[in-house]
């Protein structure tokens, strides 16, 4: 069973496997420098549908029989299926995932939301209590902007601030030690406010929370970014990781040669006009699922944090006046069970 190491980090004792994993993009993911390593790209973002919604619990469906297929498993194999996304209500999830009939526990920590649900089967994983988990999120840019910022037909002007919510979904199936990636420690979050009010500025409201649990993960384990291939944070975007790099740099932690972040890997911002970058739950979800965790597999990426940050908003506290809270947590990934 997993035990505790400082305030906020858990080792695993059994260093529960990442067995298989799928993931599914559409036409913006399709011209981006990661295309070649995504399970289905889709040019339709309706993916057949008739609304955006139904779009992304499509590309949900996608992910999750993909990264079941590679596994060699069926849906009745799994004990339970952690899901969520940026949707009122996760009905992403809900109406994606219905028919499959596995145990549900749906998430909501916004693009933070693949790491939870890493960190909570971990935990059951390593107890023993669960023998095979599925964790799978999503996003689409159309449904995204409806709920939180303006219809498309509004045309309204991104700032150079905003970043470019992802029509992603990735999936990842886990069992028992079997076969990298192996996942060796989590880190959970808390909720920080620095008082940041502008929902088009997420990096910066979200870096905080970012180098709080990276902090008190080196801290707790006695590492440093030394010690480790990469440090991916999921989704700062550039300002966001600008401001991650200075924090850390002021601590004495100097991550600038290890840290990169999905929302700069999944675009090429000199080709595409996404401005600070992709985020969204789907975003990265679908570049952990699309490259990272195959690279560790292969023996490219032996230890790899991945810290998703979410932005803790909604349009209501949008309204309201009010700052946005935001949460990281933290999942060592690593090529060794120990």
């Given at each position: 069973?997993?035990?505790?190491?400082?305030?906020?980090?858990?080792?695993?004792?059994?260093?529960?496997?990442?067995?298989?994993?799928?993931?599914?993009?559409?036409?913006?993911?399709?011209?981006?420098?990661?295309?070649?390593?995504?399970?289905?790209?889709?040019?339709?973002?309706?993916?057949?549908?008739?609304?955006?919604?139904?779009?992304?619990?499509?590309?949900?469906?996608?992910?999750?029989?993909?990264?079941?297929?590679?596994?060699?498993?069926?849906?009745?194999?799994?004990?339970?299926?952690?899901?969520g996304d940026l949707l009122n209500q996760c009905t992403g999830s809900t109406f994606g995932l219905r028919e499959l009939g596995v145990p549900f526990l749906g998430l909501y920590g916004a693009c933070s939301t693949m790491a939870e649900g890493l960190v909570l089967s971990a935990f059951l994983l390593d107890s023993g209590a669960m023998q095979k988990t599925a964790v799978i999120?999503?996003?689409?840019?159309?449904?995204?902007?409806?709920?939180?910022?303006?219809?498309?037909?509004?045309?309204?002007?991104?700032?150079?601030?905003?970043?470019?919510?992802?029509?992603?979904?990735?999936?990842?199936?886990?069992?028992?030690?079997?076969?990298?990636?192996?996942?060796r420690a989590v880190c959970v979050g808390t909720i920080e406010d620095k008082g940041i009010k502008d929902q088009n500025n997420m990096g910066a409201a979200m870096a905080p929370a970012a180098f709080e649990t990276l902090r008190?993960?080196?801290?707790?384990?006695?590492t440093n970014p030394d010690n480790y291939d990469l440090i991916l944070t999921g989704d700062l975007g550039k300002v966001g990781s600008r401001l991650l790099d200075d924090l850390m740099q002021r601590e004495g932690y100097h991550i600038g040669g290890k840290h990169s972040d999905c929302g700069l890997l999944l675009y090429d911002s000199n080709k595409q006009d996404v401005h600070a970058g992709g985020s969204g739950a789907g975003c990265c979800a679908s570049v952990l699922c699309s490259y990272i965790l195959p690279s560790i597999r292969e023996g490219r990426l032996k230890n790899v944090l991945f810290i998703a940050t979410g932005a803790l908003l909604s349009p209501t506290s949008v309204q309201q006046g009010e700052s946005i809270p935001s949460v990281a947590h933290l999942v060592h990934f690593s090529s060794l069970p120990n």
């Amino acid at each position: 069973m997993a035990h505790k190491l400082g305030k906020y980090t858990y080792l695993t004792d059994a260093a529960p496997s990442v067995l298989a994993w799928g993931s599914v993009g559409s036409k913006k993911e399709a011209q981006g420098p990661l295309a070649p390593y995504f399970d289905l790209l889709n040019e339709d973002s309706t993916f057949g549908e008739q609304t955006w919604e139904k779009a992304e619990s499509e590309m949900q469906k996608e992910a999750i029989a993909k990264a079941l297929e590679k596994a060699g498993l069926s849906a009745p194999d799994l004990d339970c299926i952690f899901a969520g996304d940026l949707l009122n209500q996760c009905t992403g999830s809900t109406f994606g995932l219905r028919e499959l009939g596995v145990p549900f526990l749906g998430l909501y920590g916004a693009c933070s939301t693949m790491a939870e649900g890493l960190v909570l089967s971990a935990f059951l994983l390593d107890s023993g209590a669960m023998q095979k988990t599925a964790v799978i999120t999503s996003s689409h840019f159309c449904s995204a902007e409806r709920q939180y910022r303006f219809p498309l037909e509004y045309g309204g002007q991104r700032t150079p601030t905003s970043q470019w919510t992802a029509t992603a979904s990735g999936a990842a199936i886990l069992g028992q030690n079997v076969s990298p990636p192996y996942i060796r420690a989590v880190c959970v979050g808390t909720i920080e406010d620095k008082g940041i009010k502008d929902q088009n500025n997420m990096g910066a409201a979200m870096a905080p929370a970012a180098f709080e649990t990276l902090r008190r993960f080196f801290e707790d384990t006695g590492t440093n970014p030394d010690n480790y291939d990469l440090i991916l944070t999921g989704d700062l975007g550039k300002v966001g990781s600008r401001l991650l790099d200075d924090l850390m740099q002021r601590e004495g932690y100097h991550i600038g040669g290890k840290h990169s972040d999905c929302g700069l890997l999944l675009y090429d911002s000199n080709k595409q006009d996404v401005h600070a970058g992709g985020s969204g739950a789907g975003c990265c979800a679908s570049v952990l699922c699309s490259y990272i965790l195959p690279s560790i597999r292969e023996g490219r990426l032996k230890n790899v944090l991945f810290i998703a940050t979410g932005a803790l908003l909604s349009p209501t506290s949008v309204q309201q006046g009010e700052s946005i809270p935001s949460v990281a947590h933290l999942v060592h990934f690593s090529s060794l069970p120990n």
